[in-house]
């Protein structure tokens, strides 16, 4: 008997051939039987969660099929680093919260970062960054991009005039980044992006404080001026768990999109299965976490406006914040309600009486707080920072001191306060 002819017969189960009167020598071995199982299960399943699909090999039907996919238009599955059901419905989902019409997954925000950087720079341009910046992106035009022959410079977020000034005939592209990494501000990112416009100098923002939520990348001012490219860390609030790495590079132009994604594929990058579906699972309550977390950070930088051991509260949505009137201009129109939405992270400038170490002492004896990296998850953490090491001149809207950079999780705001107040009784003193 033909083996085509016995999957037909005998697919549903070893049994079956017994069954027929079938001897097992002439039947395919049950290894082979289960390889090349017959049955498939019907297509008319519907969940809440979509399916998790795993694969590195993707099968054809025929040769034909092999040769005419197209992974890079989504039509089709050719392998899996190219894509399959489950992160190509991540893509989608994630494009649609960042307001943009295209996107790649990438295995981490600095992951995303680099490809954008490699996608789009060579040897001879220059890569304009600000100052505030995520360090590693820093780092990543320090080190290996200044080893490809690509030069860069750092422009002063808050002064509009310091980038116009910076931009010359060989930038290509400057980095964006609202609210600043540690320190808060926000930037005029209207006249920014305007002024790459302007230029013919390709922008990218790094979103993952906005998260698609507090602002639309890609139309900040209502009438479709918007940013190049998005990065984002999904490692923290599109994740919300504080367990999977991940990140993501979102553009709206078909023609830089494919240059991205070609170096996506080049350098060989993609994400695993459980981890797209983690993410999956967690997007439809972002909205959700982003605004309870924000509204906890809000609280308790109110709190701690009040107490006389922070010289400085860092917190885009207070009256005296660095770049309040810019984030209210961004921010407050993209809400319906009016009053913005800031994210679920603020920082306190210790006043320079304390010594460092005090710092560390206060952050050592917070109990709900713990020290760690990252932010988006359930736990809220705490991170000192060494300012001047980050910078290359201190700013001058910042007070002197040690800055503390808080990330709120989802405890009860009442109990992070008290922790607060008695971490600073026993290391600061009041």
């Not at 707080?369 to 001149?393: C, E, H, I, N």
Request: proline residues 5%; aromatic residues 8%; charged residues 20%.
């Amino acid at each position: 008997m033909a083996q085509a002819e016995w999957l037909g017969r005998y697919g549903r189960g070893r049994s079956s051939r017994y069954d027929q009167g079938m001897p097992a020598q002439d039947s395919p071995s049950t290894t082979t039987a289960l390889i090349h199982h017959a049955y498939t299960p019907p297509e008319d399943f519907a969940a809440p969660q979509p399916g998790v699909f795993k694969a590195s090999t993707v099968i054809f039907p025929n040769v034909a099929a092999m040769r005419a996919r197209d992974w890079k238009n989504k039509s089709g599955y050719t392998y899996g680093l190219h894509g399959t059901p489950t992160t190509f419905m991540l893509e989608e989902r994630i494009a649609t919260l960042e307001g943009g019409l295209q996107t790649v997954l990438v295995p981490s925000g600095l992951a995303a970062i680099a490809n954008v950087a490699l996608a789009l720079l060579k040897t001879g341009d220059e890569v304009l960054i600000p100052d505030n910046a995520y360090g590693p992106n820093k780092a990543l035009a320090e080190g290996e991009l200044a080893a490809f022959g690509i030069t860069h410079a750092y422009y002063d977020p808050m002064d509009v005039a310091d980038l116009v000034a910076r931009i010359t005939g060989r930038t290509r592209l400057v980095w964006l980044e609202a609210a600043g990494s540690v320190t808060m501000e926000f930037p005029n990112l209207i006249a920014q992006v305007r002024l790459c416009r302007e230029r013919g100098v390709l922008s990218a923002l790094d979103n993952t404080w906005g998260a698609g939520i507090a602002f639309n990348a890609f139309d900040l001012d209502g009438q479709g001026l918007g940013v190049d490219v998005s990065a984002h860390a999904l490692t923290k609030y599109p994740s919300g768990g504080g367990d999977v790495l991940m990140g993501s590079v979102t553009t709206r132009d078909e023609a830089l999109h494919l240059k991205i994604k070609l170096t996506h594929m080049r350098l060989g990058l993609g994400v695993g299965a459980n981890d797209a579906e983690a993410v999956l699972r967690a997007l439809p309550s972002i909205g959700l976490r982003y605004r309870a977390q924000d509204q906890a950070a809000r609280e308790l930088a109110r709190w701690c406006s009040g107490q006389a051991a922070f010289a400085q509260v860092l917190h885009p949505a207070l009256d005296d914040a660095p770049g309040h009137a810019a984030w209210r201009a961004v921010c407050g129109a993209a809400d319906a309600r009016g009053d913005g939405a800031a994210a679920g992270l603020f920082s306190v400038i210790v006043d320079e009486r304390f010594s460092a170490s005090q710092v560390d002492a206060f952050c050592d004896a917070l109990k709900l707080f713990k020290l760690g990296y990252s932010w988006g998850g359930p736990v809220s953490l705490v991170v000192p920072y060494d300012l001047a090491s980050m910078r290359t001149q201190w700013p001058a809207h910042l007070a002197r001191g040690t800055l503390v950079r808080f990330s709120l999780g989802l405890e009860a705001v009442a109990d992070l306060q008290a922790d607060l107040a008695q971490a600073l009784a026993a290391a600061l003193g009041g």
